[in-house]
């Protein structure tokens, strides 16, 4: 099967991440490789998602995902039960007037829907989960349902393919790893930069700028950025410093707990050699300004962030694990350096040598990792699904 699929993207989440901009460049590809006609459907309070879908021109249909949270997570409860049933009936009718052949679901919420479907034998030829890290979602046993629920299972990586081993094994789903397409950032996007932001980048000659970027969670482990650097900087040599360039912070009126207090401990560790910018909807700009991109998360399902790094050959230091470890292993060694989860001093060790790296020598993104890779990776996985049900 060769022809032009119609192919739609749910995705329920209210913010914006990595999954948000691997469906936007998923979609783009797609389109551009003559692959499929995408539709997205998105939550209609996501207004920077909008944003971005409206900027990069890619269609979608707003739908209202909302369910009732505590502290960010959501209640278990017969109201949100029968709010995601409604909602499951919703995205069942955009697929019918759509009609779709591929309905690909991107997190967790969503999963909850494609069981719905399911169980109204919503049709189409092929209901795809695109799988991050288990340890990410609630899990437990309605991770079980999703399989029993889903035609077919891809994951990011084999780092998550391994997190879902036990899930899978009872059923007979077909299943593949199928890595999150990353487009290049263009020419415009990685030279535009802010006035705020050049005024960083020229206050000193000799800094050295150690950048993550990414959302400020727990798990991420971005205070171990702010503490290398300061490492770094207790030991530099005279006029020489690092800089500890920190891009995600939330935009949310009221921030979280974590992201306060690594704002209050660069502060107190890097008063005047760091900080801590909102997301941004262009980060290559910033990203090409940096002499080292750090990646310190202990499980990290994929990490998006490296591959934009490689485009732009930046070198990179992330954890030993996960994705970064198969993102560093396909690039070879000139891309990048591993080092263990929770190593303070291998971190700052790691900073220090990769920012004396040749650029000039990266290689850049590998051939199983560009978006020409994926996206035919990806539609002969679904060409083989039609193929099995023919």
């Not at 017969?78 to 591929?102: H, L, P």
């Not at 900073?351 to 993104?365: E, F, M, N, W, Y």
Request: glycine fraction near 6%; proline fraction near 4%; aromatic fraction near 10%.
């Amino acid at each position: 099967m060769g022809q032009k699929l119609r192919l739609l993207l749910v995705d329920t989440y209210s913010g914006v991440g990595g999954g948000q901009k691997q469906l936007i460049d998923f979609a783009l590809a797609s389109e551009a490789m003559g692959k499929a006609s995408v539709m997205a459907v998105v939550d209609s309070s996501n207004r920077r998602f909008r944003g971005l879908l409206d900027q990069a021109g890619v269609r979608y249909k707003c739908l209202d995902f909302n369910i009732d949270r505590d502290r960010g997570k959501a209640k278990v409860s017969f109201t949100n039960a029968w709010k995601i049933v409604r909602q499951a009936i919703a995205v069942r009718r955009v697929i019918s007037e759509y009609k779709a052949d591929v309905v690909q679901f991107y997190n967790y919420q969503s999963g909850a829907i494609c069981v719905i479907l399911a169980l109204l034998r919503t049709k189409s030829i092929l209901t795809l989960l695109h799988l991050s890290g288990r340890s990410q979602t609630p899990a437990g046993a309605f991770d079980y349902v999703k399989f029993l629920s889903a035609d077919a299972v891809c994951y990011n990586s084999h780092a998550t393919r391994s997190s879902y081993s036990k899930v899978a094994t009872p059923f007979r789903v077909p299943e593949n790893i199928l890595y999150s397409v990353v487009t290049p950032p263009s020419a415009k996007k990685s030279n535009d930069i802010g006035q705020d932001e050049r005024a960083i980048f020229c206050a000193q000659p000799k800094r050295k700028y150690v950048g993550y970027f990414g959302s400020i969670f727990p798990w991420k482990n971005v205070e171990q950025v702010i503490k290398a650097v300061a490492l770094l900087n207790q030991s530099a040599t005279s006029g020489e410093e690092y800089f500890a360039l920190i891009v995600g912070a939330s935009v949310a009126e009221k921030e979280s707990q974590y992201q306060a207090d690594v704002r209050a401990l660069a502060k107190t560790l890097l008063p005047q050699e760091s900080a801590i910018l909102p997301q941004q909807d262009n980060i290559f700009a910033i990203m090409r300004r940096c002499d080292v991109l750090v990646l310190p998360s202990e499980d990290e399902p994929y990490g998006r962030v490296l591959i934009e790094a490689m485009y732009l050959k930046v070198p990179f230091v992330a954890t030993n694990s996960g994705g970064p470890k198969e993102i560093r292993q396909a690039g070879g060694d000139r891309v990048g350096i591993l080092v263990p989860a929770n190593d303070l001093e291998a971190l700052a060790v790691a900073i220090r040598d990769q920012t004396k790296a040749d650029r000039g020598s990266h290689p850049g993104v590998p051939r199983e990792l560009s978006v020409e890779g994926i996206i035919e990776s990806h539609y002969q996985f679904f060409y083989d699904q039609f193929a099995a049900v023919d």
